[in-house]
């Protein structure tokens, strides 16, 4: 088992950035690669990044390219996602996920393990 719990969400206006933090608990760290996935209201849930075991190899969904940045600390057992240049459209509940699959995973199917959440809203 692994458990997952996301920080640092909030309420933040148009053009503001934020970090939020995944904190894994359990089995090794290393062994899973990481993702970042969003819902907003109404909307089905959405890849944001993905990043894998070692930290060398990441993806993002092409609205956050150039925004967003995700990384993680294997000795601290942490992941994180810096976002920058915010949006309205950003705003969704932000859950991380853990993949025993190589690489860095696209598709919410790869994903074991996942968090409760945690929301972020932009404001315009």
């Known amino acids: 088992q692994v458990q997952l719990v996301e920080s640092g969400g909030g309420l933040v206006q148009a053009g503001s950035s934020l970090r939020l933090s995944c904190a894994a608990s359990g089995r090794t760290f290393s062994r899973y690669a990481m993702g970042w996935f969003r819902q907003a209201a109404g909307k089905e849930r959405e890849r944001v990044a993905a990043?894998?075991?070692?930290?060398?190899?990441?993806t993002y969904t092409d609205s956050v390219k150039g925004r967003f940045t995700i990384s993680r600390d294997n000795a601290k057992n942490t992941m994180y996602l810096q976002m920058n240049s915010l949006k309205p459209d950003d705003t969704a509940v932000y859950y991380c996920?853990?993949?025993?699959?190589?690489?860095?995973?696209?598709?919410?199917?790869?994903?074991?393990?996942w968090g409760q959440g945690t929301q972020v809203t932009v404001s315009s």
């Open positions: 990043i894998s075991r070692s930290g060398t190899t990441t």
């Open positions: 996920a853990a993949s025993p699959g190589i690489g860095a995973p696209i598709h919410s199917g790869d994903y074991n393990y």
